[in-house]
């Protein structure tokens, strides 16, 4: 599975929060999709690509993804999460 998020640049994100993001992204969603590659980049607009999924594990990702960003109190740096 292909998990690709992409971050809008106008939101300035710290490429620190977005290496955790990926970080935390493998490590909650790594068990259940063992062929996991994320990338987090920035770019021109907000965006969540699944690729190589059927549509159940698409959805359960997708969820799972939902799930990290809600809880980023957990995984964000201190420098940002302060």
Do not use: Y
């Not at 063992?34 to 965006?47: E, K």
């Amino acid at each position: 599975m292909r998990l690709e998020i992409i971050i809008d640049k106008k939101h300035q994100v710290a490429t620190s929060t977005m290496e955790a993001l990926r970080q935390e992204l493998l490590k909650q969603l790594g068990e259940k999709f063992p062929d996991l590659h994320v990338r987090v980049a920035p770019g021109s607009a907000m965006a969540l690509t699944v690729s190589r999924a059927s549509k159940e594990d698409k959805e359960l990702a997708e969820a799972m993804v939902q799930e990290v960003w809600e809880n980023a109190d957990s995984w964000m740096p201190e420098s940002v999460a302060s």
